[in-house]
């Protein structure tokens, strides 16, 4: 009977073998249906999530503490309530220590303009946990050059879902392990103040990754203006591919149209290629109320007296 099944079973591998187009479409079932939510969220602007001020100032309220004054928005960036006025901050996700973060680096030194690094930490140490060669040297680079390093997360995993939702242990061991692991590499402490959730994803029903960062002291840091510049790196044939000419202009009509704002890039080839390209045609670019203008998140949160470190 065993025998039977086994055989039975061998018949159906090997006629799938043989039938190998049938395998490629089955494989590609998951990779398609991905493909489908990407596009989706390419077609679109990000859309900033909602206002959850109330609710940060009910936890104040039961802790008997004042919210601090002059911030819109506590402990998350509630960018709803902005007025840009103009100004533009710089946000470079999924940084790792190779020649990218280096070529970023060096364009944004000939520019003069700030950026925050958000890293991703594991990225920064080899499969026995010490730092890969360049960590320390363009982590420095990155403090020394007067940007900031923010934390992307350690495994970049998606933290609204799976394991991590609502799950604060989880939660909390992605933020501490990378704040532990950029003081390991710097040799001193240096306080994160910004978390950008990998894929900016955060609400849950218990809204733990807030908490979290409440907790720390950290900001939830999204964006509001995306390149979409992860889709260079997508095959040309695909629906949601884009190329640099269609990032450039995609970029810099939402920042005219919105009056600025805080830009997403990546740290990918494709776009440090484009980068410098980039920050010309933003810094040229003007709309009824003049022209845009490069300023660091800290300036755009204007945060600096909320809580000291
Ligand atoms: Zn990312």
């Not at 990407?38 to 959850?52: D, N, T």
């Not at 003081?183 to 609400?203: E, K, M, N, Q, V």
């Not at 979409?228 to 970029?251: E, I």
């Amino acid at each position: 009977m065993f025998d039977i099944i086994i055989a039975a079973f061998a018949d159906i591998i090997e006629s799938m073998v043989k039938a190998r187009k049938l395998i490629v479409l089955l494989l590609s079932i998951p990779f398609v249906a991905s493909n489908a939510r990407l596009g989706a969220q390419s077609s679109a602007y990000y859309q900033p999530k909602p206002v959850r001020l109330e609710m940060l100032q009910s936890w104040e309220k039961a802790e008997g503490r004042a919210l601090p004054e002059n911030v819109p928005g506590i402990y998350e960036l509630d960018y709803r309530r902005y007025d840009f006025q103009n100004n533009i901050a710089l946000t470079i996700d999924d940084c790792m220590p190779n020649h990218v973060m280096a070529t970023d680096l060096d364009i944004l030194k000939r520019r003069g303009i700030k950026a925050v690094f958000f890293i991703i930490g594991r990225n920064f140490v080899d499969s026995l946990g010490r730092p890969m060669p360049r960590a320390k040297e363009l982590l420095t680079r990155v403090v020394e050059e007067g940007h900031v390093i923010g934390d992307h997360s350690y495994w970049h995993r998606r933290l609204d879902l799976g394991a991590y939702r609502d799950n604060r242990v989880a939660l909390t061991r992605e933020i501490d392990g990378v704040q532990a692991l950029v003081d390991r590499i710097l040799g001193h402490h240096y306080p994160i103040i910004y978390f950008r959730p990998p894929g900016g994803a955060h609400s849950t029903p218990l809204y733990a990754l807030d908490r979290v960062l409440k907790e720390k002291r950290e900001y939830l840091a999204n964006w509001t203006i995306t390149s979409f510049d992860w889709c260079m790196r997508l095959p040309a044939g695909r629906p949601d591919h884009l190329d640099a000419a269609t990032v450039l202009a995609r970029t810099v009509k939402q920042a005219k149209e919105e009056s600025g704002g805080v830009v997403i890039v990546h740290a990918f080839p494709q776009t440090a290629a484009i980068l410098d390209e980039l920050l010309t045609r933003l810094m040229q670019a003007e709309n009824s109320r003049g022209p845009l203008r490069f300023t660091t998140l800290d300036e755009i949160m204007r945060l600096k007296p909320v809580f000291p470190k």
